[in-house]
């Protein structure tokens, strides 16, 4: 079945030309006026059961949408088709590439009111995400092993590792695996979301080390840890 529409010409402001697509509306169903069309489709079902029976009124409903008639279904409010789009012309026909269908729902004011009555309204907090590393690479050694020397400028990738160097609890820190001394890298060379480079401090001794970026945002601290453990010779 095909829906009729017809064209009208704006008229907010004489800067706008053209015309804009609009549904031919025949007129509104209340839901007993509604049952009693799919029951003259559907004389053997009691209007009783269509009400329980979805799959039964909607062919009935697709129809007289594309007729032009709002259907009302309380208490829910009430639905109807229309069209939206433009043209140039007022002889052009509707387009499917360029133009929309859509189903308009109008709800019912009881149950706005309800909603309105129930509504609690929670605000949550934005995801922010920790910091994680994707790469390693020693800049000096031009090395992706993992083994470093003291003054080795190193290279970490990854996500959301931008830190604030003037405060000491953020940056990039090497942890001693065998006694949990922890160093920070004071000599940084690039800060960003997706790249650190810094300088090994002079002062580790040799060792396994754990490397961490901690960061902060909205005063809550963020750390990530890098899978892969170095090698300190």
Known sequence: MSKDYKTK????????????????????????????????????????????????????????LLEGYEIEFPPFGSFELTLSGTVDD??????????????????????????????????METRIQEPSFHSFYNKTLKSETATINPQNLIELTGKNLKFDESDSSQGLFFIHSSTATVTRADEVSHNTQSIIKVKVPADLSPGEYRVEVKTKVADRERTGMYKQILQLI
């Open 9 to 64: 010409k704006f008229k907010l402001s004489e800067d706008i030309s053209g015309y804009y697509l609009m549904s031919v509306k025949r007129g509104k169903l209340k839901a007993t006026e509604f049952y009693t069309h799919v029951n003259r489709v559907k004389p053997d079902i009691s209007i009783g059961q269509l009400q329980k029976d979805g799959e039964a009124c909607q062919p009935v409903a697709v129809n007289l």
């Open 90 to 123: 007022r002889n052009k026909g509707f387009d499917p590439k360029i133009h929309k269908v859509h189903i308009k729902f109008r709800e019912s004011k009881e149950l706005i009111a309800e909603l309105e009555d129930l509504l609690v309204v929670n605000k």
